[in-house]
């Protein structure tokens, strides 16, 4: 395959290392090396930027291969990462947390101190350009190319995932049954994304073929599922009682579900019902008993992600407490 040979080869290698801060951005995070925001803001954004100019001018210029890919790439990453996540649902129904880390995306983001709508739109945003941008960077040199290409491809983004201190933080190493699901959601990934990419021609006619407003309004629908997210209104009333370093029991689950602390730091547990509660730390194998109204302290010595809940017979759902910073357990 002489990929240097077809056209356009040193526009498309360019784009192809604008689209790495997405993911980099995060893997910059865990090594430690920056946080996510300011990558995010100071790099991807700005290579963002670019690739949108770059399939402007591409699409303007009769450069059919770059911008091809441009636009292929973005909708084959974006089916594919609605494929990652409808593969995972019912594994989430089955009450496993498998949407959590995107949960963490967001507060590391807007660098919060605790959870909310808003970190919760942020997050999946990051997670919809991470499937974006790489889908961009397959399509830029795998054009008809056999589906079946996509698969070894979504399953080495998984592996680089799986050797850095992601996996440690998000306590992947030794969890088979974690790893089986990622890995499987990365192959429903990489099915829409290797059949866009391998129906070249095909996918670029059917998308011409429709609307204008229906090809150029997706910025719209994006910005319209975002605010949606931020501003749910029933998930906005239960942000509205959260504190920073504190956790409120509230029927049977904990207020707010993320936490962000720095090492040595406190977490107050209150209790403001008329009946006992229990706080299990499931991470550090730790109970507290907290009587109705009462309120304890527990302090957190060493980073990471610790899962915390409301003992009970009926279905809880967990929190956790983000110790800063995360990356000194993975050393």
């Not at 040595?264 to 229990?278: H, K, L, V």
Request: with cysteine.
């Amino acid at each position: 395959m002489n990929f240097w040979r077809e056209p356009d080869f040193g526009w498309r290698l360019l784009c192809f290392l604008a689209c790495i801060p997405s993911g980099g951005a995060l893997l910059a995070k865990v090594f430690g090396i920056a946080p996510l925001q300011a990558v995010t803001l100071y790099l991807f954004l700005p290579c963002a930027l670019f690739l949108v100019g770059m399939w402007w001018w591409a699409s303007r210029t009769g450069r059919d291969y770059l911008a091809g890919a441009l636009t292929i790439g973005f909708w084959g990453g974006l089916l594919g990462t609605v494929a990652y996540d409808l593969a995972r649902i019912p594994f989430l129904l089955a009450g496993q947390r498998v949407f959590a880390p995107i949960n963490v995306y967001g507060v590391w983001l807007a660098e919060a101190a605790i959870s909310s709508q808003w970190t919760h739109a942020l997050g999946w945003a990051y997670h919809f350009s991470n499937g974006i941008t790489f889908g961009i960077m397959y399509a830029l040199f795998m054009r008809r190319r056999h589906w079946l290409w996509a698969i070894p491809w979504a399953l080495l983004l998984e592996t680089i995932a799986v050797l850095s201190p992601f996996a440690v933080i998000f306590n992947l190493v030794g969890n088979y049954n974690a790893l089986a699901i990622a890995y499987l959601g990365h192959v429903a990934y990489a099915l829409p994304l290797g059949w866009l990419v391998y129906r070249w021609d095909d996918t670029l006619a059917w998308l011409a073929a429709r609307p204008g407003w229906l090809r150029r309004g997706w910025p719209v629908v994006g910005l319209l599922l975002f605010l949606l997210v931020a501003l749910w209104p029933p998930g906005t009333a239960f942000d509205s009682r959260a504190q920073p370093g504190s956790l409120r029991v509230e029927d049977n689950r904990l207020n707010p579900g993320w936490v962000r602390i720095n090492v040595n730091d406190n977490i107050t547990f209150t209790n403001p019902a008329g009946t006992p509660a229990t706080i299990i730390d499931r991470t550090r194998d730790y109970s507290l008993p907290l009587a109705a109204g009462q309120q304890e302290s527990s302090q957190y010595t060493r980073p990471g992600i610790y899962q915390v809940y409301v003992q009970t017979t009926g279905q809880t759902r967990s929190s956790f407490v983000i110790v800063e910073p995360v990356e000194k357990i993975a050393r």
